[in-house]
């Protein structure tokens, strides 16, 4: 047995009482709503095959993928020339599991292997751990959850239309108010494309644009024209960046620039039918306001996002006056199981950062008083005849549902004092030969400091 | 991209909507109990070092742990010697982590880590899965969930009665009446040991008596001749196997017995400490009968439980009458964290097996209505106009906590409708014409089968 000091992983985590439960209660906001919108919770296996995962994360992503060695002789189906190949070459052969990367395409795989068993359109949410063998910096884990919700099986805009609703729902939920929802469409991207003369090269134009806030104007023009885009196309493009008004003087604005644009078009049909959703659904998104004044629901036409599989409306949230990224985000993708051969479902989806969330709640100190569940009652042994007089009390005090504890010992009243400070218990009993002469036992309210002398049922009245 | 069938690792499993809703319902009778009980939630990593597990599972146990391939080039730092020297040895270069074998070792490796922050007793609870390279056979996953609960720093005994208790209520809240919490103690088993002339030599006939369920009274007589037990002493040992009479009569039995040998002793004084807890604290588990009309809790002298560092009460719950292994098991340790360097401390802990009592609820009929969650009001979409009418009524409901959902695009009605029953939505809501003129809207109970016309009001103070 190793006597060495242990030690946890680098970029991972333990999660001690306090932590875990004011993680639960941000999960329990986003589960609620989730559900309240229709969506039914799913949970995958940690390992997929490693088949499963390889070439959906682009050459980078596949790096990253933490594999599973394969148990036994992991050796005997090697040869020299496998170990000669190298480390790329010797892993196809001595793994064969990989632990999920994200929920996306556990997602896609599950809805595929059981095509024939859900009834679409099939709404699910997933909250799971994914993990990364990206080098651990400050806010970035090897392992983290995920918070998906998706929908595949329509390609109803209300379901874009109701994710803009869930994080409304959740964010306001958790207490926040300055938040910004940003909102754009691929084929709006698509359409600036062809307005400027580019036509097909969103891709590149999206990847530099991204960028905008981190190597601001000059940056993203000198990308671009890296990229080979034309000097004549950046300068047109340029005017958008800054695109002034309301969501519906920048609509419009848009339809003179991109009407002519098949893509353009459909971006601003499918943006039209989210807002004319959320207004019948009278949304706070469209009418709240962030303390800077503009609408919550903000249309950014340089809202790109990364992941090459968006073909409609994509989403990017983030909260105002934090120094922290986007906390939810996704987009409308209309392939997502063809990486396994099923071809024509179209879904929608998003997810929820709980680590930024998390951080967020923690810097606006919003944490409810309610998210620090634990022990409400600790009563103080002295001895073993207030034992004996407590344990019945302790019983009834639990069948009441009033989570209680006694200290298991006749340790110094300090030590028990500093056990119940510790933990956070509001209230401490104590019972000595006066008490338990009279029936009245010592309610101590740990908070204020304060004790009284009350029954055992006025206990159970007080701390139900 | 693969476009090949996929698939999940052997031993591992998907779990859809409707069994996660009911593992949820377990997780939270256990949650909630564990809470009550003053213990708090911690969660560990996935990922462990390597070393952190090594060795803590015996040698088999060791060949069970999947590892986790080093990232990058994890060959540069081999040469030819190591890989010709075998997997065994070419592990330990390649691989640094491994995925958590059970929560126990994790849980001592995070009271070591964190000493000087835990106040001491510490109760935790841990709920989360846990891997195993084991052959996969029925009941048998290389997933799988455990649900611990331990307490370390004091040697209470009403910690163990506490044990008692939580298992008692969690299996008395999800409906089950039949079941036998059978306890024992290291020391009776030593005790034994020393009566029978075969002092020390508790190891094998624990090894042994434990497989009497299984092998029977005379394949545990081979097994301890085999192990070098006398015959004599296996004559002795035999008529304890089965010793009738109440647990009071038992007790006084072995006092008889064991009452002039310290270890026997010893288990004696903690039993009847555990039982004078019990009693004071008007436990059920002590009357309670079970369908045979033995008493809940039961000592059972035969009772061994393989691990190691049990030392004193251990535990084990079954449920009667269904063909299902034990649900439930624990004991005390007084060393678990002697294996990172901190000695003494001791502790007693109890895990719950998740899939058993999944199975035996199911098998039970006893999962309640109420842990089939989900949407709760279906509304069909008939065209554009039922559409506009719905989104404000669908609002309503949802602003009431209801969960519904609209039917994202105009289906079929039939297909609408089996989409609800697939679903298990328990109520259907359809608004044509007629009802958009009068304002009172079909609501449809699907398992009656009964409709009725009632506005959006009446609809809320029904579905609430």
């Given amino acids: 047995m190793s006597k060495e000091k242990p030690s946890i992983p680098k970029g991972t985590r333990d999660f001690g009482p306090a932590v875990v439960v ?25 390992m997929e095959q490693l088949s499963v995962l390889t070439g959906k994360y682009g050459d980078e992503g596949d790096q990253l993928i933490f594999k599973i060695l394969n148990s036994g002789d ?27 990367y994200d929920l996306t395409v556990p997602f896609a795989r599950y809805v595929v292997m059981n095509r024939n068993d859900i009834t679409f359109p099939f709404k ?8 990364r063998a990206d080098r651990p910096q400050k806010g970035r884990y090897r392992e983290f959850y995920q918070c998906d919700a998706d929908v595949v099986g329509t390609d109803s805009l209300l379901c874009e239309a109701e994710i803009v609703q869930m994080v409304n729902e959740v964010l306001t939920t958790i207490g926040l108010t300055d938040f910004t929802i940003k909102i754009n469409h691929r084929g709006i991207l698509a359409g600036i494309a062809e307005a400027i003369g580019e036509k097909g090269r969103e891709g590149d134009i999206c990847v530099a644009i ?15 024209l890296e990229r080979g885009i034309s000097e004549e196309a950046v300068t047109k493009l340029e005017p958008l960046y ?23 078009q459909r971006g601003l049909k499918d943006l039209y039918d989210v807002w004319r959703y959320l207004s019948r659904l009278n949304s706070s998104a469209l009418t709240a306001q962030n303390e800077s004044g503009n609408p919550r629901l903000m249309l950014d036409v340089t809202l ?62 919003l944490f409810p008083e309610s998210s620090q569940v634990g022990t409400k009652a600790l009563i103080v042994q002295f001895d073993k005849e207030s034992e004996e007089y407590a344990l019945p009390v302790l019983q009834r005090l639990r069948d009441e549902g009033i989570a209680s504890e006694l200290y298991p010992e006749p340790a110094k009243l300090k030590k028990q004092m500093g056990y119940a400070d510790q933990k956070n218990i509001p209230y401490v009993i104590l019972i000595g030969s006066e008490e338990m002469a009279s029936g009245k036992l010592k309610l101590r309210n740990m908070e204020l400091g304060e004790q009284q002398d009350v029954t055992v049922d006025e206990i159970i009245s007080l701390l139900k």
Avoid at 74 to 100: C, M, P, V, W, Y
């Fill in 304 to 365: 790109a996002r990364g992941l090459s599989y968006y073909t409609g409306c994509i989403f990017e949230v983030k909260v105002n006056n934090v120094s922290m990224g986007s906390i939810s985000g996704g987009g409308r993708y209309d392939n997502l199981t063809g990486m396994f051969g099923l071809q024509g479902v179209s879904g929608v989806g998003f997810s929820f950062g709980v680590d930024r969330i998390y951080d967020v709640i923690e810097e606006l100190q």
């Fill in 124 to 131: 699910r949410y997933q909250i799971q751990p994914v993990w």
């Fill in 242 to 264: 800054t695109l002034e008004g309301s969501n519906k003087a920048i609509l419009e604005q848009l339809q003179t620039i991109l009407g002519e644009t098949a893509e353009g």
């Fill in 22 to 46: 004011r993680r639960n209660y941000i999960f329990s906001v986003i589960r609620r709503t989730f559900e309240k919108f229709g969506y039914l919770p799913l949970e995958t296996p940690a």
């Fill in 210 to 224: 991204d960028k905008l806030d981190k190597i601001g104007q000059e940056g993203v023009r000198k990308e671009l």
């Fill in 74 to 100: 992991f050796l005997a189906k090697t040869n020299h020339s496998d170990i000669e190949q190298g480390h790329k070459h010797l892993t196809s052969k001595i793994t064969e599991k990989a632990l999920r």
